[in-house]
């Protein structure tokens, strides 16, 4: 079993490292049985330590407010990020001053009733946060239900945030909201929820930002669907997440969606009025699941290659706890998964999605990848050989640095009854060489990467298995 916040002894910058060393000291950490909600016997790590901690001033607990998504905005000498707050009865977001991770301090709050919060998005001039409200499968509140809004929401006073119009979204609202610049215009891209399997609600939407001197709007355009349906596999095919980057061999901006069972989809959105499918991916092998909660590039070409990843959201799997994919993206019209990889030991998911990956985050410059794993923690891999993804590093802790969580924490319902679980990991992406993560019932943490740096990312991977 590794112990509280080992380390790998160095090795020299860039060389190819001992993984069966590195893993030896790792072992197999994720015990299956034990108290799913006691922080003291989550309490391990190794190469990968907790630097900052803060709830945020969030009342958490079980009848509080717990933690989803968040986005940087630097500009002006600010360093902010916005976080989204999800509830019971009450969500919204809070403003928070990351200047100094040591002393995240929140500078501004926006709450609504409801629930089903995940998602707060800056404008790129950082006047306006877009904020998501999805309800829950399989509710089916109908279409044009404002309940299900995306809100816009004035932030140009930091400290007072206010409300200047709400955008509908049928069926059962937006789960995931990107936003990209093209030709000086602000074009908004949110994904539709599900309804069953390939209904009417399921598409990602694009939309346009109009921002005026009496405030901003989004205004509908047109939108993306998957056509292919596989009603008759008995899966569910939806678009969960989006993530839209410049393609950085062809130049085009590709949105790289994941439609669940649906796979792994990228999408030519260069002319954002008139999105055009370039191909998908559904390749279950080697696992029992498909589900790809998420799916994105690393930023930077290596050479003339380019790869990424996604990750899946598994409920339940006897077999396995899932697998995050590697994909050779250079030709997005025509790319393969490459790889896989999985927690080590024999590791399940009884239910609750406990032991499930959920987000996968590239580091911006360096073959590392962050993953953030539920119940299980976070995880980073060494992806120099994007074919064979190795662990070099985990954390399952939560609360402060040198010290454990020691209070209630809030889980998310009905998804996590009957009483929830910590760890319990939302999101984790790197952010200026560290690793920010919103852990859904504690709060928002900063973790450093202590192991060693791997390999150039320049080794060949292995052939695609066929498709």
């Not at 939806?238 to 993530?243: A, G, I, K, V, Y």
């Not at 662990?391 to 996590?416: C, I, M, Q, S």
């Not at 319990?424 to 019932?441: K, P, Y």
Request: charge should be negative.
């Amino acid at each position: 079993m590794a112990k509280d916040e080992e380390t790998t002894e160095a090795q020299s910058a860039g060389e190819q490292l001992d993984h069966d060393a590195i893993q030896d000291e790792i072992g197999e950490p994720i015990e299956m049985f034990h108290d799913h909600t006691d922080p003291a016997v989550h309490n391990q790590s190794h190469n990968l330590e907790i630097v900052a901690y803060s709830d945020l001033g969030v009342d958490v607990g079980e009848d509080g407010n717990g933690f989803a998504d968040f986005q940087f905005h630097e500009e002006d000498g600010e360093e902010l990020a916005v976080v989204a707050v999800d509830g019971d009865d009450e969500g919204g977001f809070n403003i928070v001053d990351v200047s100094d991770p040591q002393t995240m301090e929140t500078i501004g709050t926006y709450r609504i009733a409801g629930s089903g919060i995940q998602e707060a998005v800056w404008s790129p001039s950082g006047d306006y946060v877009l904020m998501n409200v999805q309800t829950i499968p399989p509710a089916d509140e109908g279409a044009g239900d404002c309940q299900v809004c995306i809100h816009v929401v004035d932030v140009s006073d930091r400290s007072n945030p206010e409300l200047v119009s709400r955008f509908p979204v049928d069926l059962l609202g937006t789960h995931n909201i990107e936003l990209e610049t093209v030709d000086g215009e602000t074009w908004v891209f949110y994904t539709g929820q599900p309804f069953g399997s390939d209904p009417a609600g399921n598409y990602v939407g694009i939309a346009r930002l109009v921002e005026t001197p009496a405030g901003a709007h989004l205004a509908k355009v047109t939108e993306y669907r998957h056509t292919d349906t596989y009603q008759q596999q008995n899966v569910s095919s939806f678009p969960h997440d989006t993530f839209i980057e410049e393609h950085p061999v062809t130049g085009d901006l590709t949105m790289y969606a994941s439609w669940w069972d649906g796979g792994a989809i990228t999408v030519d959105v260069s002319d954002p009025a008139a999105p055009v499918e370039q191909d998908k991916v559904r390749q279950w092998a080697p696992s029992e699941e498909l589900s790809i909660h998420q799916f994105r590039p690393e930023p930077n070409a290596r050479g003339q290659q380019v790869f990424g990843y996604s990750a899946p959201e598994i409920g339940q799997l006897d077999n396995g706890s899932g697998v995050v994919r590697s994909y050779d993206l250079t030709d997005p019209a025509n790319f393969e998964q490459v790889g896989s990889w999985q927690l080590p030991g024999n590791v399940t998911i009884p239910g609750q999605y406990l032991m499930s990956p959920h987000v996968v985050s590239p580091h911006p410059d360096q073959p590392l990848a962050a993953v953030g794993h539920y119940h299980a923690g976070v995880w980073v891999l060494d992806t120099s050989d994007p074919a064979n993804p190795e662990h070099v590093a985990f954390n399952e802790r939560t609360g402060g640095p040198g010290e454990l969580f020691d209070g209630d924490y809030w889980w998310k319902k009905p998804n996590f009854d009957p009483e929830g679980y910590i760890p319990n990991i939302f999101r984790a992406t790197w952010h200026e060489d560290q690793i920010w993560v919103t852990e859904r019932g504690s709060g928002l943490y900063v973790y450093d990467y202590t192991g060693p740096t791997p390999g150039d990312g320049e080794a060949d991977p292995a052939p695609a298995a066929a498709r």
